[in-house]
């Protein structure tokens, strides 16, 4: 029964740039089906449909992509979040790819004084949703690399955040079918852990490792700290 569950599961993919392609691609290969959606109406997306197979389409709008999906991944630039249509996303869980990086998003003051998170951003745009942070902390190639069977030793690990429990066993489930173990770091304000520049981002890393590397997490603002000397204490 569960192995027909994945099987049937349909993922949702809200933009289809490196990191949706790569989300496509590793869940055709684990038997569910993908819907793509864009902010151009589909435009552009024949070629990866194309490559994908019959079990992935196109939907004419993100409403349309999002209305059967069992889980939907939002890999759209931080600054589309606030367009996405609320309404449509009301009881589905998502996973928010995202990584903030002013110089391709533009500034954005509450990241920059870490107010809050990407992934918060999504939540308040989508309030019926259950926001999952997710996939934004290895190379979108990787994603369909360096998977490898529950077990394996040296495993690689992702971490997650969210709020909502039955929501992260989703996404969890979900990565372990891409081939990844999963470390879960705890609500969606902690999700700044595995961030751009910080120790968990990027790097592989097992399980150990990677909650080792969440453990030495600092917020920006520290790192920009001057040291104290001996000598002004």
């Given amino acids: 029964m569960q ?60 409403a349309d992509a999002v209305k059967d999906a069992d889980i939907v ?14 309404d449509a996303f009301v009881g589905k869980v998502v996973i928010d790819t995202g990584n903030y990086y002013p110089a391709w998003n533009g500034n954005i003051p509450e990241l920059d004084d870490e107010r809050t998170t ?17 996939l934004n902390n290895l190379s979108a190639a990787d ?18 955040a969210g709020d909502d429990l039955d929501a992260k066993v989703v996404v969890r489930e979900l990565i372990d079918s891409f081939g990844f173990d999963v470390v879960d770091v705890g609500p969606l304000a902690e999700g700044w852990r595995f961030q751009r520049d910080l120790p968990a981002y990027g790097v592989r890393r097992n399980a150990t490792q990677m909650r080792e590397a969440l ?18 204490r």
């Fill in 73 to 86: 991944v939002v890999a759209l630039p931080i600054n589309a979040y606030a367009a996405l249509p609320a």
């Fill in 3 to 62: 192995e027909t569950e994945k099987i049937m599961a349909t993922i949702s993919i809200i933009g289809a740039g490196n990191v949706g392609a790569q989300v496509a691609r590793a869940s055709i290969r684990t038997g569910k089906s993908v819907v793509l959606a864009n902010s151009r109406h589909g435009e552009g997306l024949d070629g990866l449909v194309a490559e994908l197979g019959e079990r992935a389409i196109v939907a004419a709008s993100v």
């Fill in 118 to 134: 990407t992934s918060e951003l999504l939540q308040a745009a989508l309030p019926g949703a259950s926001v999952v942070k997710a």
């Fill in 215 to 232: 453990a030495k997490a600092t917020r920006y603002r520290d790192q920009a700290k001057p040291a104290v000397s001996s000598e002004s």
């Fill in 143 to 160: 994603l369909t690399t360096d998977g490898s069977p529950a077990g394996s030793s040296d495993r690689r690990a992702l971490a997650i």
